[in-house]
């Protein structure tokens, strides 16, 4: 079995990875150079090209690949051309295809308000507006039967428009995050946030409950991590106490399960009923914009709740999030493809 990932993502090449430790040929193709921590097996450097030397590079790679792959798993929605139109190709050839949508791909406003929770928030532009996702979804399904999502949030957006829909949730390669406990002497922990996106986590929440905080006279640190690579930020991440990711979309993502695999207390919005679908003895921290402030307090007034929580934490990633267990996962999934 020959699977070709594309066109970008770290998770993409994490599972590559993965893959290939219980004996898939994965391989990992990004179109463009992206400044990631973990480089791709291939990248065609398409932002080196002008407008029709790109396309010919897409139909060229696209003819390299039908040559060399059984299976094209295709990240974010996104395939060879943007028009889609390598489906049909693909199919023509008895290729087996599979997409995986990421977050923000699919996630429209109207179907994430439909749960109650009147915080969240999606992320904004001509590619975010809900017919273009509805119809781009339209197209992949016509000739993609299965799509991979990592939780049931994710899975609300895609509902009745693949024939099946299969869960697999993050990989996380526990040899890169060795962790480091709080230490229950610390009584001014250290609290660190990282957003991607300012609007998109709540931001502006956490930082208003910092400052709430800090006039109250409650001892502690605060770190906001932006701008820096990858391996600098999981220095930062090590030296916390607390990890805040998000206070809004109800789900959690990559950035809480490295913060858990580092073995810390990791606070973020989880929708009540999204929490039971989880696997069992989740020990994430939820918090809103309304209850931020008295969780952190909480936390920061609880040495001992902040390294139980964060070995717990370690603990989960390791039962269930695991990239080599999940990776045997991912090989079933591909054994199902028609």
């Given at each position: 079995?020959?699977?070709?990932?594309?066109?970008?993502?770290?998770?993409?090449?994490?599972?590559?990875?993965?893959?290939?430790?219980?004996?898939?040929?994965?391989?990992?193709?990004?179109?463009?150079?992206?400044?990631?921590p973990?480089?791709p097996?291939?990248?065609l450097?398409?932002?080196?090209?002008?407008?029709?030397?790109?396309k010919?590079?897409?139909?060229?790679?696209?003819?390299?690949?039908?040559?060399?792959?059984?299976?094209?798993?295709?990240?974010f929605?996104?395939?060879?051309?943007?028009?889609?139109?390598?489906?049909?190709?693909?199919?023509?050839?008895?290729k087996?295809?599979?997409?995986?949508?990421?977050?923000?791909?699919?996630r429209?406003?109207?179907v994430?308000?439909?749960?109650?929770?009147?915080?969240?928030?999606?992320?904004?532009?001509?590619?975010?507006?809900?017919?273009?996702?509805?119809?781009?979804?339209?197209?992949?399904?016509?000739?993609?039967?299965?799509?991979?999502?990592?939780?049931?949030?994710?899975?609300?957006y895609?509902?009745?428009?693949?024939?099946?829909?299969?869960?697999?949730?993050?990989?996380?390669?526990?040899?890169?995050?060795?962790?480091?406990?709080?230490?229950?002497?610390?009584?001014?922990?250290?609290?660190?946030?990282?957003?991607?996106?300012?609007?998109?986590?709540?931001?502006?929440?956490?930082?208003?409950?910092?400052?709430?905080?800090?006039?109250?006279?409650?001892?502690?640190?605060?770190?906001?991590?932006?701008?820096?690579?990858h391996?600098?930020?999981?220095?930062?991440?090590?030296?916390?106490?607390?990890?805040?990711?998000?206070?809004?979309?109800?789900?959690?993502?990559?950035?809480?399960?490295?913060?858990?695999?580092?073995?810390?207390?990791?606070?973020?919005?989880?929708?009540d009923?999204?929490?039971?679908?989880?696997?069992?003895?989740?020990?994430?921290?939820?918090?809103?914009?309304?209850?931020?402030?008295?969780?952190?307090?909480?936390?920061?007034r609880?040495?001992?709740?902040?390294?139980?929580?964060?070995?717990?934490?370690?603990?989960?990633?390791?039962?269930?999030?695991?990239?080599?267990?999940?990776?045997e996962?991912?090989?079933?999934?591909?054994?199902?493809l028609?």
């Amino acid at each position: 079995m020959r699977v070709l990932h594309l066109p970008v993502g770290r998770q993409m090449i994490e599972m590559c990875s993965a893959l290939r430790q219980i004996g898939v040929d994965a391989t990992s193709c990004h179109f463009r150079e992206r400044s990631v921590p973990l480089k791709p097996d291939l990248c065609l450097h398409l932002e080196r090209l002008n407008g029709e030397e790109r396309k010919k590079r897409r139909e060229e790679f696209l003819e390299e690949a039908i040559e060399r792959y059984d299976v094209f798993h295709f990240h974010f929605g996104e395939t060879f051309f943007r028009d889609r139109s390598d489906l049909a190709i693909l199919k023509k050839h008895g290729k087996k295809l599979v997409v995986q949508h990421r977050g923000s791909d699919v996630r429209m406003l109207s179907v994430a308000r439909t749960a109650g929770n009147p915080h969240v928030r999606v992320k904004e532009g001509e590619r975010r507006e809900e017919r273009q996702i509805r119809r781009k979804l339209s197209v992949l399904s016509a000739y993609i039967d299965h799509a991979i999502v990592a939780d049931h949030e994710l899975r609300s957006y895609i509902r009745g428009f693949y024939k099946k829909i299969h869960l697999l949730r993050q990989f996380v390669t526990l040899g890169k995050f060795k962790p480091s406990y709080p230490s229950e002497q610390n009584r001014k922990p250290l609290i660190v946030h990282a957003p991607t996106n300012t609007y998109l986590k709540g931001t502006e929440y956490v930082q208003s409950a910092i400052d709430r905080l800090s006039r109250k006279g409650i001892p502690f640190e605060y770190r906001q991590i932006e701008r820096m690579t990858h391996e600098e930020a999981i220095r930062c991440y090590r030296q916390a106490d607390i990890v805040i990711d998000q206070l809004l979309q109800g789900s959690f993502g990559v950035f809480s399960l490295e913060g858990m695999a580092l073995g810390k207390p990791v606070v973020c919005h989880i929708r009540d009923d999204l929490r039971k679908t989880y696997p069992p003895g989740l020990p994430i921290v939820s918090a809103d914009p309304d209850t931020c402030y008295d969780t952190l307090k909480r936390l920061i007034r609880n040495p001992k709740a902040r390294r139980r929580i964060g070995q717990e934490s370690r603990e989960y990633v390791e039962k269930y999030y695991d990239s080599r267990k999940l990776a045997e996962e991912l090989k079933q999934i591909y054994l199902k493809l028609s």
